[in-house]
Protein backbone atom coordinates (compact mmCIF):
# COMPACT_ATOMS: atom_id res chain seq x y z
CA UNK A 1 0.00 0.00 0.00
CA UNK A 2 1.18 3.16 -0.98
CA UNK A 3 1.19 6.16 1.47
CA UNK A 4 1.83 9.80 -0.07
CA UNK A 5 1.95 12.36 1.76
CA UNK A 6 2.07 16.17 0.90
CA UNK A 7 3.49 19.89 2.22
CA UNK A 8 4.22 22.82 0.85
CA UNK A 9 1.30 24.55 0.19
CA UNK A 10 0.26 28.25 1.08
CA UNK A 11 -1.10 31.56 0.18
CA UNK A 12 1.67 33.70 -2.21
CA UNK A 13 1.00 36.87 -4.57
CA UNK A 14 0.86 36.39 -8.17
CA UNK A 15 4.30 35.85 -9.83
CA UNK A 16 5.74 34.59 -6.78
CA UNK A 17 6.67 30.53 -6.38
CA UNK A 18 5.88 27.93 -4.29
CA UNK A 19 7.37 24.54 -4.04
CA UNK A 20 5.34 21.39 -3.25
CA UNK A 21 6.60 17.71 -1.59
CA UNK A 22 5.01 14.30 -1.44
CA UNK A 23 6.85 11.86 0.93
CA UNK A 24 6.08 8.50 -0.57
CA UNK A 25 6.36 5.12 1.19
CA UNK A 26 4.84 2.12 1.73
CA UNK A 27 6.13 0.27 -1.91
CA UNK A 28 8.76 -2.23 -2.70
CA UNK A 29 11.58 -0.80 -4.74
CA UNK A 30 10.11 -2.75 -7.79
CA UNK A 31 7.63 -1.10 -8.29
CA UNK A 32 7.14 0.69 -11.14
CA UNK A 33 5.69 3.51 -9.95
CA UNK A 34 3.93 6.79 -12.21
CA UNK A 35 3.91 9.60 -9.79
CA UNK A 36 2.22 12.93 -10.89
CA UNK A 37 0.29 16.27 -9.14
CA UNK A 38 -3.23 16.62 -10.02
CA UNK A 39 -5.55 19.59 -8.72
CA UNK A 40 -9.05 20.76 -8.10
CA UNK A 41 -10.31 24.14 -7.89
CA UNK A 42 -13.70 25.02 -6.89
CA UNK A 43 -16.49 24.31 -8.79
CA UNK A 44 -13.97 22.14 -11.39
CA UNK A 45 -13.35 18.53 -11.96
CA UNK A 46 -9.97 17.28 -10.82
CA UNK A 47 -7.37 18.31 -13.36
CA UNK A 48 -3.62 16.22 -13.95
CA UNK A 49 -1.25 18.99 -14.13
CA UNK A 50 2.20 16.97 -14.29
CA UNK A 51 3.54 13.63 -14.25
CA UNK A 52 6.77 11.93 -13.88
CA UNK A 53 7.69 8.24 -14.94
CA UNK A 54 9.72 5.61 -14.02
CA UNK A 55 12.49 6.42 -16.26
CA UNK A 56 11.98 9.81 -16.43
CA UNK A 57 9.57 10.97 -18.88
CA UNK A 58 7.48 14.37 -17.68
CA UNK A 59 4.76 15.14 -19.04
CA UNK A 60 2.59 18.76 -18.35
CA UNK A 61 -0.34 20.22 -18.54
CA UNK A 62 -0.76 23.47 -21.06
CA UNK A 63 -2.02 25.43 -17.84
CA UNK A 64 1.36 24.84 -16.40
CA UNK A 65 3.77 24.29 -19.09
CA UNK A 66 7.02 26.61 -18.79
CA UNK A 67 6.00 27.50 -15.04
CA UNK A 68 5.41 24.28 -13.12
CA UNK A 69 8.27 21.61 -12.88
CA UNK A 70 7.48 18.23 -11.49
CA UNK A 71 11.05 15.95 -10.31
CA UNK A 72 11.77 13.14 -7.67
CA UNK A 73 14.73 13.02 -5.30
CA UNK A 74 14.74 8.69 -5.18
CA UNK A 75 17.32 8.91 -2.30
CA UNK A 76 14.45 10.37 -0.49
CA UNK A 77 11.27 8.87 -2.10
CA UNK A 78 10.27 12.42 -2.47
CA UNK A 79 8.34 13.61 -5.64
CA UNK A 80 8.85 17.76 -5.72
CA UNK A 81 6.24 20.36 -8.31
CA UNK A 82 8.29 23.65 -8.36
CA UNK A 83 5.21 26.10 -9.36
CA UNK A 84 6.85 29.47 -10.51
CA UNK A 85 4.98 32.46 -12.17
CA UNK A 86 1.94 31.62 -10.28
CA UNK A 87 -1.24 32.83 -11.14
CA UNK A 88 -4.95 33.29 -9.56
CA UNK A 89 -6.15 30.55 -11.23
CA UNK A 90 -3.42 28.39 -10.33
CA UNK A 91 -5.35 28.34 -6.86
CA UNK A 92 -6.73 24.81 -6.12
CA UNK A 93 -6.20 21.98 -3.43
CA UNK A 94 -3.04 20.16 -5.18
CA UNK A 95 -3.26 16.26 -4.80
CA UNK A 96 -0.19 13.92 -4.99
CA UNK A 97 -0.66 10.71 -6.94
CA UNK A 98 0.92 7.36 -7.63
CA UNK A 99 0.06 4.69 -9.48
CA UNK A 100 1.75 1.31 -11.14
CA UNK A 101 -0.13 0.63 -14.45
CA UNK A 102 2.34 3.15 -16.89
CA UNK A 103 0.85 6.60 -16.27
CA UNK A 104 -2.52 5.82 -17.84
CA UNK A 105 -4.20 7.09 -14.53
CA UNK A 106 -6.94 5.33 -15.21
CA UNK A 107 -6.94 2.57 -12.39
CA UNK A 108 -5.40 1.34 -8.94
CA UNK A 109 -4.56 5.72 -8.27
CA UNK A 110 -3.42 6.26 -4.56
CA UNK A 111 -3.89 9.88 -3.46
CA UNK A 112 -2.26 12.37 -0.76
CA UNK A 113 -4.46 14.22 1.54
CA UNK A 114 -4.33 17.52 -0.62
CA UNK A 115 -2.78 20.76 -0.03
CA UNK A 116 -4.07 24.22 -0.02
CA UNK A 117 -2.70 26.61 -2.38
CA UNK A 118 -3.92 29.83 -2.95
CA UNK A 119 -2.65 32.93 -4.96
CA UNK A 120 -4.57 36.52 -4.84
CA UNK A 121 -3.55 39.20 -7.54
Known amino acids: QVQLVESGGGSVQAGGSLRLSCAASGYNYRTYLCMGWFRQAPGKERERIASLKDDGTTTYSDSVKGRFTISKDNAKNTLYLQMNSLKPEDTAIYYC??????????????WGQGTQVTVSS
Open 97 to 110: AAETWGCAWQRGIY
